[in-house]
């Protein structure tokens, strides 16, 4: 069975839980309104980032995939070729692989 592990965003903090040391104040809904849009922004604004860094890195993926195929590709043509020469060496007859000169 495998667990799920969090992480460090996962930790409860008294920010994250929203908790305040002193309590709420009459006439603080302003300011917790305030904070929350506040709050809201970071939180669009940091999502607008993920965004952008997931497209990147799926383009890179992609770029990466790409060359793969590539590589792939030429490795299967080189081996191709080993194949063919020595296919065509085993052709050659028995009697010219090795011969003398006389100069």
Do not use: C, F, H, W
Not at 76 to 83: M, R
């Amino acid at each position: 069975m495998k667990q799920k592990m969090g992480g460090l965003s996962d930790i409860r903090t008294p920010q994250r839980e929203k908790m305040r040391s002193m309590p709420k104040a009459e006439g603080g809904d302003y300011l917790s309104l305030y904070m929350l849009t506040k709050e809201k922004e970071r939180l669009k604004q940091e999502k607008s980032n993920v965004d952008k860094r997931k497209k990147n890195l799926e383009a890179n993926l992609e770029n990466v995939e790409k060359e793969i195929e590539k590589l792939e590709k030429r490795v299967q043509e080189e081996v191709k070729e080993i194949k063919k020469r020595e296919v065509s060496k085993k052709k050659l007859p028995r009697e010219m692989k090795s011969m003398t000169l006389d100069y």
